[in-house]
């Protein structure tokens, strides 16, 4: 419950839901583009297989990318 209204506060946006490892995720692909909210929803890092290797994407605290291999 929220202070203000007295009712239940829904997220923003609904892809934003709380998620378990190992869950299944759809992401909405508009042309070639992604929104980085839809990839961080509940972590700050992803994982992003490209062929054999194991790239990590990561959220920093400045709200800025990271990616390593």
């Known amino acids: 419950m ?3 209204g ?3 506060e829904k997220p923003a946006r ?3 839901q709380p998620i378990g490892p190992g869950t299944e995720r759809r992401l909405t ?3 070639n583009r992604l929104d980085s909210r839809d ?3 509940d972590t700050h890092e992803i994982v992003i297989l490209h062929g ?3 790239y990590h994407l990561r959220l ?3 709200n ?3 990616l390593t291999k």
């Open 2 to 4: 929220s202070a203000a």
């Open 6 to 8: 007295g009712k239940d």
């Open 14 to 16: 609904p892809e934003q």
């Open 29 to 31: 692909m508009i042309d």
């Open 39 to 41: 990839l961080f929803v």
């Open 52 to 54: 054999r290797d194991a």
């Open 60 to 62: 920093t605290s400045q």
């Open 64 to 66: 800025k990318l990271i």
